[in-house]
């Protein structure tokens, strides 16, 4: 069975940092771009970063570079979000979740076959 989890959600205080962690299991995730995904309350989940698995070429949300960084680590197949600087306006459930790389719409959260259960990350102001 295939397998994202996901870890490292917490509280933290504005400015703070988290790093989150995806592990994925059932499947050689080559070729695939892993995503990272937030949903707030009572808002839609929106796209955050992604990362080619192969080549580790990372999109980013508008406005979030610089602050976020998706990574992955091929021997642990795990993938990561470094969130730095957080602000309120960050606090959500963060997805990780996995898709086939056709080379575009990495953004799109409805293209992602796999997906997580979420990790909390609340930023306190």
């Known amino acids: 069975q295939v397998q994202l989890v996901e870890s490292g959600g917490g509280l933290v205080q504005t400015g703070g940092s988290l790093r989150l962690s995806c592990a994925a299991s059932g499947r050689d995730f080559s070729n695939h771009v892993m995503g990272w995904f937030r949903q707030a309350p009572g808002k839609d989940r929106d796209f955050v970063a992604a990362?080619?698995?192969?080549?580790?070429?990372?999109f980013y949300k508008d406005n979030i570079k610089g602050r976020f960084t998706p990574s992955r680590d091929n021997a642990k197949n795990t993938m990561y979000l470094q969130m730095n600087n957080l602000e309120p306006e960050d606090t959500a459930v963060y997805y990780c979740a996995a898709k086939g790389d056709t080379g575009r719409n990495y953004q799109l959260d409805y293209l992602y076959r796999y997906w997580g259960q979420g990790t909390q990350v609340t930023v306190s102001s």
């Open positions: 990362i080619r698995w192969n080549s580790g070429t990372a």
